[in-house]
């Protein structure tokens, strides 16, 4: 999928955006934008679900749609970050999936968001 399909990549809600951090991590809950150099990612710390949004150029990966979270290594602006995902249940032959994101510009708080396209 390139980013001229169909595909919706704004948020479903009215949401809005709040207090910005320069890191994350499991201590912090609710719902969060990880803006990096290609590409943008959606953390619900809530549900413990993250997916990808390639931005213009990126590649997608098989990873990008929602994900439950199994770690979350390293998420700090100025860094890449670096987080593994829980296989879905047609992946029962891999411990988890990870996904190195690239350099970290923005962290911050969504509020309202019901969910992102691709999030269970």
Known sequence: MGMDDDR???PVGDGHLGEERTELS??????WLVLSL????FFDL???LVTRIPGNGAID???DQGRE??????CRVGDVGFW???PLPHER????SWHQSSLIQRIVRAIGLERLPGLR
Not at 69 to 74: E, H, Y
């Open 93 to 96: 032959d891999l411990e988890f």
């Open 8 to 10: 919706a990549l704004a």
């Open 46 to 48: 809530d549900l413990m």
């Open 61 to 63: 990966f098989v990873t």
């Open 84 to 86: 593994t995902m829980t």
């Open 38 to 41: 290609t590409s943008a990612h």
């Open 69 to 74: 979270l199994r770690t979350l290594d390293r």
């Open 26 to 31: 499991f201590e912090q809950a609710g719902q």
